[in-house]
């Protein structure tokens, strides 16, 4: 976002500290966004809900936590292309491109947007049947919806991934009989949108 400087030097009959701070601000329909350097031709790049991507188009910047982006020293009348590297993204938040490119004007300021969508939070879910036993390796586990979200590792372990709610119930089937299926309530802790953990939560299937 910023460029800062600081410097101290002491002799015999003197000392001295100074500090500065530089960049750029850019301001656009869209809101206000921060770069360490300028340039006469550059990208607005826009990506809901990525704060804290990487842009491989600088040393060091990032999409701040606004969704917002700088990125300067465009070529003008060139292919440029504008990158994002997906680490650092929050774990519910999916990327549905991570490179574009951008032929623009000398001293254009152009707006990039990268598309987001948010997958629901990942979890590992420790279960077993109401008798103590374990669920089969490899079984299927669907939410509310249907939709397949995670299957059963070894020690009754449900890998679950796209969980939207913070609690609801999942059904877990490995074979195509009503016997071969139970079902359980999770509960996730509250967190915040940012949170990179993976939680860890148990559950007993019936």
Known sequence: ???????AGKGSNY????????????AYAGGVGFTPTMGETLAIVEAVDAGGARLANGSGLRIDRWGHAV?????????NQIEIDP???PMNVELDSTLQQVAPTAGAVVAVRFATAD????????????????????????????????TVGQG?????S??????????????KTAQDSCRLDYALPAAA?????IEVIEAQCH
């Open 87 to 89: 680490k650092g993204l």
């Open 156 to 160: 009754s372990r449900i890998v679950a």
């Open 1 to 7: 976002m910023a460029t800062l400087t600081a410097t």
């Open 15 to 26: 000392s001295q500290v100074s500090a500065g701070i530089s960049g750029g601000v850019v």
């Open 193 to 197: 949108r940012r949170d990179s953990r």
């Open 71 to 79: 990125v300067p020293g465009l070529v003008p009348f060139s292919r």
């Open 162 to 175: 796209g969980l939207r709610a913070e609690s609801g119930q999942l059904t877990v089937r490995w074979g």
């Open 119 to 150: 997958r629901g939070r990942p979890a590992v879910i420790r279960t077993s049947t109401a008798d103590g036993k374990s669920i089969p390796f490899g079984a299927e586990v669907q939410d509310a919806h249907g939709n397949n979200i995670g």
